[in-house]
Nanobody, 123 residues
Framework: QVQLVESGGGLVQAGGSLRLSCAVS????????MGWFRQAPGKEREFVSA????????RYADSVKGRFTISRDNSKNTVYLQMNSLKPEDTSVYLC????????????????WGQGTQVTVSS
């Protein structure tokens, strides 16, 4: 049974930082490309960042480039999202996802999804 469990969300002031984690079980973690997405109330889910299987290739949405850093530790079956210089508009539920097949990691066609962790940035 595949499970993705996010943690690390919370309430932070604008300009602050948070580090999200996504622990994965139930499949060979290193065989899957990982992504982070977010969804704010009343808005569509949007791509945030993605990382290749070995971690050598990363992608970011323009809105987070230069502020967020994605990484993974295949020995711990975990992917991370370091979020710095947070803004109120970053407030969302953040979800991690895994894919073994899509070629464009910015799409939403991932096979597995976590339940999400809430990030709230106050002004």
């Amino acid at each position: 049974q595949v499970q993705l469990v996010e943690s690390g969300g919370g309430l932070v002031q604008a300009g602050g930082s948070l580090r999200l984690s996504c622990a994965v079980s139930g499949y060979t973690f290193s065989s899957y490309r990982m992504g982070w997405f977010r969804q704010a109330p009343g808005k569509e889910r949007e791509f945030v960042s993605a990382i290749s299987r070995a971690g050598g290739i990363v992608r970011y949405a323009d809105s987070v480039k230069g502020r967020f850093t994605i990484s993974r530790d295949n020995s711990k079956n975990t992917v991370y999202l370091q979020m710095n210089s947070l803004k109120p508009e970053d407030t969302s539920v953040y979800l991690c996802a895994a894919t073994g097949r899509v070629s464009d990691p910015t799409t939403q066609e991932y096979e597995y999804w976590g339940q999400g962790t809430q990030v709230t940035v106050s002004s």
